[in-house]
């Protein structure tokens, strides 16, 4: 999962209920583990529906002091025209793809797979999506950004063009404001298809997620992944 970087455990997985028939891989924030977002899908689940949630390697983030924490790739400031750590970015992006390929040989067409994630783990699952060669069932992108926007334009995306996309953003977030979910959903309608990028706000809600929140989320699971009869 992490290429040379081997600190990272195995994924916390929760599994369908009855015969897997589709999957969501879900990447958590900075500085946290795959243990709580399973626990969250866990209460949300759809019982086709396997739930993998992978753990970020562990390395100095430049933004928290070089302090070492599980990270997907360095985060050198937070404002939209910090610099960014474009290798770790797409070396992360490619270890996800390699996640999907895993999947795909266990038996999940990666159409039948929502590729979704928190702040930063949201940040490279819209990365991943738009840059990767797999047909992916759906994004869902929680209180994030796009990564390396800049370099980024319609032809880039190959499989993806007319991908769903749930990106969801708390009105009160401190650590990632609303602007960046604004900016970012400016970005998505630009290269993707507008009427297939839904964006949902709520009120009052800090840098986390809420019970509405969650809902939305298993309605779009539900909606991208039914049950194959």
Known sequence: MCGNN?????????????????????????????????????????????????HAPVMPVTLNMNMAMPSWFDIIGLNPDAQEDESGIKRAAENVKALIDQEVKNGI????????????????????????????????????????????????????????????HGEADPLVPLIFGQLTVEKLKSMLKPSNVTFKTYSGMPHSACPEEMMDIKQFIEKQLPPIN
Do not use: E
Not at 12 to 34: E, M, N, Q, S, Y
């Open 109 to 168: 067409p990666s159409h039948r797979i929502v590729l979704g994630g928190f702040s930063q783990g949201g940040a490279l699952s819209l990365f991943t999506a738009l840059t990767t060669h797999q047909k992916l069932g759906g994004v869902i992108a929680l209180s994030c950004w796009l990564p390396l926007r800049n370099s980024l334009s319609k032809s880039v995306i190959t499989k993806n063009k007319d991908i769903s996309v749930l990106q969801c």
């Open 6 to 54: 081997m600190s990272a455990p195995l994924p916390t997985i929760v599994p369908a209920a009855c015969k897997a028939t589709a999957a969501v891989i879900f990447l958590h924030g900075l500085g946290d583990t795959g243990h709580g977002w399973a626990q969250a899908m866990a209460g949300i689940r759809t019982p086709h529906v396997k739930y993998i949630c992978p």
